[in-house]
């Protein structure tokens, strides 16, 4: 029947079923591939979590920690981060692929503003926010990385930037996977909801290398106009399998 | 502590097919999904929640447990003109971002290959694979995928 209608195998665990220990068979039929062989069908809009309701404790996070890996230290945004969050952020190149919210010309207290929030974010545990330093420097931010659970509705738990001067040495992938061997080994969580804007190349690259699959392209608006959005699925299966 | 808000869903609609009409299930269906559900060939692949040799309350008490719970929707499978008696069940609930379905189906024997839920009338019995039935009885489905391994 999955078959039928077009579902993917998205992975294999293990069940125990009324006869016997067996393997499960994980599918996932996206909304845009049924839609797409049903252009009969009109849809709703898609449907996005309440925001006024109270934040449900199913996804609440850890108290983000202090996570390392070769080059980097990965801790938790705070206070005196501001200065160099304004000094990265304050760049068209880093915020013309994100999302339409950020405000452009960036406000002289931009920073300050979008910490602020950070940092009840990390209080309240509905997000683990780290500020990206690199290890054996002076503790300096040069970008930042969240994580937040899968609310089962917006398909995306994770954002990320990292100032110019950083680009183009792997750095955001290597904080990227310290981050997803964090989700998938240290909180235990069966799959991450990625996505970018499709002409943020960097950002997609990130989503190739850790092995994520493409699951569907909606329209978005981003701080430099309308364009398309990528969904990914990183599976903890896949993810651990290319980590051997 | 705070206190979880009441997530239940609404009851669902009634959704007519070409043949059949999907009501919400009700308690007065649990003699016929009793009949139905007890059944070697409808349970075997369904998770090891189910219990087995199946109790003669079992529909009972989960459709009891489920109107209550109203965590999915869940309707009885029925014929078009025929809609007093449940054939099968099938429920969907929202993603709660774990690996736990969020549909679950069943059929009667009796209804089996006709295309109903509809399932692939090709495979043989043999080469069915397991699906989990989720986290209560009476609510995965006997798929016909063939098994594959990792």
Redo the contacts between chains.
Sequence with gaps: ????QGAR?IT??P?????GE?????WLLPREDWLARHPDVTAAPLARPDKH??F????RMPATPVLESERLVLRPLRQGDAPAIQRGFDDWEVVKHLNAKVPWPYPADGAATHLREALAEIAARTKCLWAITLKGGDDELIGVIDLW?????TRTQRGFWLARPYWGSGLMTEAAERVTEFAFAEIG???LWLSNAEANRGSHRVKVKQGAREIARIPSVYVSGPGDRVIWLLTR?DWLARRG | M?T??D?RLPLPPVLATKRLILRPMRLADAPSLQRRFNDWEV??????H?P?PYPDDGVEAHLRASLEKRDRYGWAITLKGADEDALGLISIR??????SEMRGFWLGRDHWGRGL????PSASPSMR????AGRTSGSA?P???P????
């Design positions: 029947m999955k078959e039928k195998i294999h665990v069940v125990k079923t009324v006869s067996t393997t499960k068979v994980v309701a109270p449900p404790e199913r996804l659970a899968d609310d089962g509705l969580w069966p799959h299966e | 705070p979880e808000p997530t349970v075997k692949h369904l998770n090891a189910v087995w929202p993603d709660a971002g774990d690996e839920t509809p399932r692939r694979s397991p699906t989990s489905t798929s016909r995928t098994p594959r391994t990792v």
